[in-house]
């Protein structure tokens, strides 16, 4: 399927399919590991054969160590995320105009190397600019202040708190982040749609 109609993912907890195994330490260069159940994580497709391939977490591309996430660690990482946005046309944004930062005091190294491995930036930017991302975020403020007779900029607010109440769902995380953008932005402020 695809294109620019393409779903959410549909799957939840009870969906009998479960996703694929990651070699977190790729068994080409770590075979050893290959079948030890502490190498194993779950990993969807895209983000293990479409981004992290036989990418090594413990040495950069130069083979130099570097520092990564373990993923079955308990410790909850610190971190945070911000997006700019720097677009005002939306009728036709690119991932160019947006620039993700990713933000950890505690685990920069870390995150550094989560970003690399999985393209998390590129891909954050990719989906504020998607019908199914940012441009359908952006159009929902706009439609439910007219529903409910608010201005742009409260609906924001109220995007903003709900998405908030449920970070993890429906990649709310990265709403939150989007629509932060475009409040810092002004992208909102007025009373019409024509303040974007």
Same mark, same amino acid.
């Given at each position: 399927?695809?294109?620019?109609?393409?779903?959410?993912?549909?799957?939840?907890?009870?969906?009998?399919?479960?996703?694929?195994?990651?070699? #977190?330490?790729?068994?080409?260069? #770590?075979?050893?590991?290959?079948?030890?159940? +502490?190498?194993?994580?779950?990993?969807?497709?895209? *983000?293990?054969?479409?981004?992290?391939?036989?990418?090594?977490?413990?040495?950069?591309?130069?083979?130099?160590?570097?520092?990564?996430? #373990?993923?079955?660690?308990?410790?909850?990482?610190?971190?945070?995320?911000?997006?700019?946005?720097?677009?005002?046309?939306?009728?036709?944004?690119?991932?160019?105009?947006?620039?993700?930062?990713?933000?950890?005091?505690? #685990?920069?190294?870390?995150?550094?190397?989560?970003?690399?491995?999985?393209?998390?930036?590129?891909?954050? +930017?990719?989906?504020? *600019?998607?019908?199914?991302?940012?441009?359908?975020?952006?159009?929902?403020?706009?439609?439910? *202040?007219?529903?409910?007779?608010?201005?742009?900029?409260?609906?924001?607010?109220?995007?903003?708190?709900?998405?908030?109440? +449920?970070?993890?769902?429906?990649?709310?995380?990265?709403?939150?982040?989007?629509?932060?953008?475009?409040?810092? +932005?002004?992208?909102?402020?007025?009373?019409?749609?024509?303040?974007?």
């Amino acid at each position: 399927m695809g294109g620019p109609f393409s779903l959410f993912p549909i799957d939840g907890e009870y969906d009998p399919t479960r996703n694929a195994f990651d070699h #977190y330490l790729p068994k080409g260069k #770590y075979p050893f590991n290959s079948v030890n159940l +502490a190498n194993l994580c779950p990993s969807c497709n895209k *983000c293990n054969s479409g981004n992290k391939l036989e990418q090594d977490p413990l040495h950069d591309s130069d083979g130099k160590r570097r520092k990564a996430f #373990y993923p079955f660690g308990n410790d909850n990482a610190d971190i945070s995320m911000s997006i700019k946005v720097h677009v005002r046309n939306w009728d036709s944004p690119s991932p160019e105009n947006f620039s993700v930062d990713l933000l950890s005091e505690k #685990y920069v190294d870390e995150t550094a190397t989560w970003d690399e491995l999985f393209r998390i930036r590129k891909r954050y +930017a990719a989906r504020c *600019c998607a019908k199914n991302g940012g441009v359908l975020w952006k159009n929902r403020v706009l439609d439910e *202040c007219q529903n409910y007779q608010l201005t742009p900029q409260q609906m924001l607010v109220a995007e903003i708190k709900s998405a908030k109440s +449920a970070p993890w769902s429906e990649a709310n995380f990265l709403r939150v982040a989007f629509l932060e953008g475009c409040q810092n +932005a002004g992208l909102f402020d007025g009373n019409s749609s024509e303040a974007i």
